[in-house]
């Protein structure tokens, strides 16, 4: 699942752009392709206490049952 977003750097360059690891395709390490996961992205500030912040983008997970402590 592509997803860019990259800004571009202004000022100096970052010494580890030229020492990529690997890259991880999230469809397979968090079974995005099933039907009750998907991506959304955050608007607004409501969610900062819980660490969730404008523009982030979340994994929602339809299948898990919602319990005390779960960000629903």
Do not use: C, Q, W
Not at 13 to 31: G, Q, R, V, Y
């Amino acid at each position: 699942m592509p997803v860019y977003s990259f800004r571009v750097p202004a000022g100096f360059p970052s010494p580890a752009t030229d020492h990529l690891e690997k890259a991880i395709s999230l469809d397979e390490l968090l079974n995005l392709r099933a039907p009750h996961i998907y991506l959304v992205r955050i608007e607004g500030d409501s969610m900062i206490g819980a660490g969730i912040f404008d523009g982030d983008l979340v994994v929602v997970d339809r299948a898990i049952e919602p319990a005390h402590g779960h960000i629903v």
